[in-house]
């Protein structure tokens, strides 16, 4: 059985910042792609960034490009996304993803979470202005 297992959200002020972790079990740190995607309130999933794992390729969001690192501890079977010059537009539901694929960029931006075979159920991150 893969779980992921997010933590780290909250309420923060904008221009503030916040770190995100993602902790899997089971076969999920096989996964070539670890990654994390947002959903705001009344809108559709959005890509954030991905990683390619012993690779170390990295894609980013126009929006978070900047702001936002992602990074792995393979010991700890996490992964992390620190979010800094936080936005109110950054608000959120912050899920990871791990999938055994990688792809190109233009699939993570135009098709957010295709690919993607196994999903945390979310961390809230609340930006406030």
């Known amino acids: 059985q893969v779980q992921l297992v997010e933590s780290g959200g909250g309420l923060v002020q904008a221009g503030g910042s916040l770190g995100l972790s993602c902790t899997g079990s089971?076969?999920?740190?096989?996964?070539?792609?670890l990654g994390w995607f947002r959903q705001a309130p009344g809108k559709e999933r959005e890509f954030v960034t991905v990683?390619?794992?012993?690779?170390?390729?990295?894609y980013y969001a126009d929006s978070v490009k900047g702001r936002f690192t992602i990074s792995r501890d393979n010991a700890k079977n996490t992964v992390y996304l620190q979010m800094n010059s936080l936005k109110p537009e950054d608000t959120a539901v912050y899920y990871c993803?791990?999938?055994?694929?990688?792809?190109?960029?233009?699939?993570?931006?135009?098709?957010?979470?295709?690919?993607?075979?196994?999903w945390g159920k979310g961390t809230l991150v609340t930006v406030s202005s």
């Open positions: 089971g076969r999920t740190f096989d996964s070539t792609t």
């Open positions: 990683m390619r794992w012993g690779v170390g390729d990295t």
């Open positions: 993803a791990a999938s055994v694929s990688w792809y190109n960029r233009d699939v993570y931006y135009t098709r957010p979470g295709y690919g993607m075979d196994y």
